[in-house]
């Protein structure tokens, strides 16, 4: 599995990505035949991802989930794609980076250790 966000590939957690599909739009209440019901008109939907992602014994100067932090405060949209295969594809879509999670499990002062970090993003216009 290749998932590249703004040029970076980044390893990810096994079984670390969840794809969301929120429809958008507008419910008004009707009465129809006697009983009341929530009419729906969807205008489309809005993909987001949760991604889990590690980074080993990576300096913080060179991290990318240092990286991906400094590019969410500015704010633009950046290019994501998602390659497995046969089984699942994002491709030529921007995202809008809303979190950056980092966790550090074993401490900084390990020897070796891993940093974690969870990204959140949501779909950007072309």
């Not at 590939?9 to 419910?27: D, N, Q, R, W, Y």
């Not at 990286?67 to 949209?77: C, F, I, P, S």
């Not at 295969?85 to 979190?99: C, E, K, M, R």
């Amino acid at each position: 599995m290749t998932v590249t966000l703004d040029t970076k590939a980044l390893s990810v957690e096994g079984g670390g990505i969840e794809e969301t599909v929120e429809p958008v739009g507008s419910f008004v209440d009707r009465w129809i035949n006697g009983e009341y019901k929530k009419e729906a008109k969807i205008f489309g939907a809005v993909r987001s991802w949760a991604i889990r992602c590690y980074e080993n014994n990576v300096a913080w100067s060179s991290s990318t989930a240092k990286y991906l932090k400094e590019r969410a405060k500015a704010g633009n949209k950046v290019s994501f794609s998602i390659e497995e295969g046969n089984l699942h594809s994002v491709s030529s879509t921007y995202v809008y980076i809303l979190v950056v999670d980092v966790a550090y499990r074993k401490g900084s002062k390990a020897a070796s250790f891993i940093r974690n970090f969870t990204l959140r993003l949501q779909e950007a216009p072309p």
